[in-house]
């Protein structure tokens, strides 16, 4: 059994930037894809990456803005957020799985999510 935890989110104020972590615990992460989606007050999930070992895919919303990476040990996932927006406040969750194609295999293993809030 796999057991996510995020890690890195607070307060950031507009413009600046913020690391997220994902690590696991129970198995690495290597050979999982591993997604963040985000949730803001009021509004739908929304899935803002995903990243493979030959692959990472990325929302529009993001693009640009964020990166989805894994460390040299490839125990951990990153989300290098920068230009951060208020836009952009909202709970992160990391979530693993066997494919970035959500439609076939959406993630099987969700962290409990974490905030980031983006104050002017």
């Known amino acids: 059994q796999l057991r996510i935890v995020e890690s890195g989110g607070g307060v950031v104020r507009s413009g600046g930037s913020l690391r997220l972590s994902c690590a696991a615990s129970g198995s690495s992460l290597e050979h999982f894809a591993v997604w963040w989606f985000r949730q803001a007050p009021g509004r739908e999930r929304e899935q803002i990456s995903c990243i493979t070992s030959v692959t990472s895919t990325y929302a529009d919303s993001i693009k640009g803005r964020f990166t989805s990476s894994r460390d040299n040990a490839k125990t951990t996932v990153n989300l290098n957020m920068n230009s951060l927006k208020r836009d952009d406040t909202a709970v992160y969750f990391c979530?693993?799985?066997?494919?970035?194609?959500?439609?076939?295999?959406?993630?099987?293993?969700w962290g409990q999510g974490i905030q980031v809030t983006v104050s002017d």
């Open positions: 979530a693993a799985g066997t494919s970035c194609d959500y439609d076939r295999w959406p993630p099987r293993y």
